[in-house]
């Protein structure tokens, strides 16, 4: 008797861990079902580049900035929840494909190279880029990096910016995968300037008085969504964002981080 319930019992252990193991499967995959039965997807972002998204480490954990409101905004709209999963930018648009995230909100700029892994929507913010240094460098202009190393994001837009630099001025390009190791590698003196975009590096002038730097021409593209390829939350995310144009809410959301209210 004791043999056959020991039996029963070991079925039953073995059942649950399978249900449990099928409950996981959706968020696995980068979505699920959220509180009252809605949708939840699964946010990708590199949550190092304020305002666009960052966490405030003196006040919480919790990741904040420009694309976060939009993705609150848009995912509202749509009748979703959403949450947000926090990896190296160069990773974002691998995890994009293997469905580990459903969309990309990352400061992402909509460029043809990406265009043929992924969907984009809409731009919503169009960026310059900028070359920063320490003061007293005497790196003014796109000449002065000649023989200097420069340092960039990886899988960036600078990063493509630097390589095509390459072919008018002789430098070393090295990458990072977050923003704050670049302007730590700058300080260091191990990188003698860094490209990046411009809003996230006045962030850093404002904090770090030691840095200073100059804009260059206008980044390719502009900032979008990125969304895996033929998927049909494109057509949905283009209406929701046409909408916040249109009201004049994604102009309310950029001006609240840029004007640091």
Not at 23 to 49: F, P, Q, R
Not at 106 to 113: R, V
Not at 178 to 187: D, T
Request: hydrophobic share 40%; net charge negative.
């Amino acid at each position: 008797m004791k043999k056959k319930w020991f039996s029963l019992a070991a079925v039953f252990v073995l059942l649950a861990g399978f249900l449990a193991a099928c409950g996981t499967s959706d968020s696995a995959n980068g979505s699920g079902e959220g509180e009252e039965g809605k949708k939840k997807l699964i946010m990708g972002t590199s949550a190092d580049y304020p305002p666009f998204e960052y966490i405030d480490t003196a006040k919480s954990d919790e990741i904040i900035g420009v694309d976060i409101d939009i993705a609150k905004a848009v995912t509202e709209k749509l009748g979703y929840e959403f949450e947000v999963r926090d990896m190296d930018f160069g990773g974002l648009i691998q995890a994009l494909q293997s469905g580990q995230v459903d969309f990309v909100l990352s400061a992402m700029s909509a460029t043809e190279d990406r265009k043929k892994n992924v969907d984009f929507s809409e731009i919503y913010y169009t960026s310059k880029h900028m070359i920063v240094s320490k003061k007293g460098s005497d790196i003014t202009s796109l000449e002065d990096l000649e023989g200097k190393t420069v340092g960039v994001q990886l899988g960036s837009i600078q990063e493509t910016k630097a390589k095509d630099l390459t072919e008018e001025v002789d430098m070393k390009v090295e990458n990072r995968n977050r923003i704050p190791e670049l302007i730590q590698e700058i300080k260091a003196g191990r990188f003698d300037a860094a490209i990046i975009e411009d809003t996230v590096a006045q962030g850093f002038f404002e904090k770090d008085k030691e840095l200073e730097g100059f804009t260059v021409e206008d980044a390719d593209g502009g900032y979008a969504i990125a969304l895996p390829k033929d998927s049909e939350l494109t057509e949905e995310f283009n209406k929701a964002l046409q909408e916040m144009i249109d009201n004049g809410e994604l102009d309310e959301i950029i001006t609240k981080w840029f004007s640091g209210e």
